[in-house]
């Protein structure tokens, strides 16, 4: 088990009672090696978000375990578990949830403040990743005075400036035009490759899931390996 970065074990999901009872997870189960990247696809509504939310620890799930390097997080205490979601996990979201009020720079030093890192580490540090990820000269700009790939770009820098092992992304390029997206998903892949980040991405984008090294559906509560080199059926008729 602690060979995995990432292992799921027979997850339930359930929301509300009786006639309102839906079950979303249905005892889902996969693992994922360290330094993999891998994609989860799925048509829309089938759970996907829910699933990533419940393997970064955002849910919990009404039955089943997630280990992240052997660790089993849903049986730590609330406030380690808080910091194990700091300092261990990164999230990346479709909409990149930037606080407008602050600059590029004050976003992505964040996650550093909150986790009792001195201003200057924590500036420090934030400036590094903005100009790994190409936006050095955009540090003092609010969002509003950025682009959509520049704001996801920012996001990115967010989840890594606290280098976790694990990032977890949904719909990260879903919200961008096909050049951004591409951009994104270059970036993406190159931070996985240059630091061995565990990387998993919830997509509707099946260009960008064949890029990663697996594909896992989710359909009727439950994960499957697909094969890349065919053709996801939910996928057709969806962008």
């Known amino acids: ?18 006639a309102q009872r839906v079950e979303v997870l249905k005892g889902a189960s996969f693992q994922v090696a360290a330094g ?3 994609a989860i696809v799925g048509a ?20 089943g375990k997630v280990f992240h390097f ?6 730590l205490a609330d406030e380690e578990l808080s910091r194990f979601r700091n300092q261990k996990l990164g999230f990346i979201f479709q909409f990149h949830h930037l ?9 992505v030093m964040l996650p550093a403040l909150i986790a009792g890192k001195p201003p200057s580490e924590a500036r420090e540090a934030a400036e590094e990743v903005l100009s790994k990820v190409g936006l050095s000269h955009r540090l003092t700009h609010r969002t509003g005075e950025l682009s959509g790939g520049e704001r996801q770009r920012v996001a990115i820098a967010r989840a890594l400036v606290m280098n976790p092992p694990v990032i977890l ?11 951004t997206a591409q ?33 896992f559906g989710l359909c009727d509560g439950k994960v499957i390996e697909l094969p890349k080199d065919k053709p ?4 057709v008729s969806e962008s």
Do not use: C
């Open 1 to 18: 088990m602690a060979n995995w970065a990432i292992s799921v074990e027979d997850l339930y999901k359930v929301y509300g009672r009786g």
């Open 36 to 38: 993999e990247r891998v």
């Open 44 to 63: 829309s509504g089938v759970g996907k978000t829910t699933l990533l939310h419940i393997m970064g620890t955002l849910d919990r799930p009404t039955r």
């Open 70 to 75: 052997g660790v089993d997080v849903f049986s």
């Open 99 to 107: 606080l407008p009020e602050f600059n590029a720079l004050e976003n």
């Open 169 to 179: 992304a949904d719909e990260p390029t879903g919200n961008l035009d096909v050049r």
């Open 183 to 215: 951009e994104v998903a270059d970036l993406l892949l190159q931070i996985n490759e240059t630091y061995a980040t565990t990387l998993v991405v919830v997509t509707h984008n099946p260009e960008l899931a064949a890029r990663m090294e697996r594909v």
């Open 232 to 235: 996801w059926p939910w996928m």
